[in-house]
Nanobody, 122 residues
Framework: QFVESGGGLVQPGGSLRLSCEFS????????LGWFRRAPGEDHDRDAISCVDSFQGPIYWMDSMKGRITMSIDNGKSTAYLQMNNLRSEDAGVYYC???????????????WGQGTRVTVSS
């Protein structure tokens, strides 16, 4: 299970750190990825970043590379996504989920949390 938090309203250029608290989950068995559902999108989630037992973090989303850092604190059972210099196009609902085929295949992610909403606006 995953519980995301840390979203909110931020001005363009601002920063947020999202948290993903996990339970009944181990990186020994699955990857952990951050995804985003854009405003107005009902189904698809865009892949942002990923960590598994072999590699990571991997940053998939070109538009966010250089502005984000993914980390995991296994002692706190929490993954983080630090986002800096936020832009309006970064808005959306951010989810973490389990990757059943590691970071090598972003199609096989699921067990999503409820998401945390990020709004970027002045």
């Amino acid at each position: 299970q995953f519980v995301e938090s840390g979203g909110g309203l931020v001005q363009p250029g601002g920063s947020l750190r999202l948290s993903c608290e996990f339970s009944d989950f181990s990186l020994d068995d699955y990857a952990l990825g951050w995804f985003r559902r854009a405003p107005g999108e009902d189904h698809d989630r865009d892949a942002i970043s990923c960590v598994d037992s072999f590699q990571g973090p991997i940053y998939w989303m070109d538009s966010m590379k250089g502005r984000i850092t993914m980390s995991i604190d296994n002692g706190k059972s929490t993954a983080y996504l630090q986002m800096n210099n936020l832009r309006s196009e970064d808005a959306g609902v951010y989810y973490c989920g389990a990757g059943f085929r590691g970071c090598g295949d972003r199609r096989y992610f699921g067990s999503w949390g409820q998401g945390t909403r990020v709004t970027v606006s002045s």
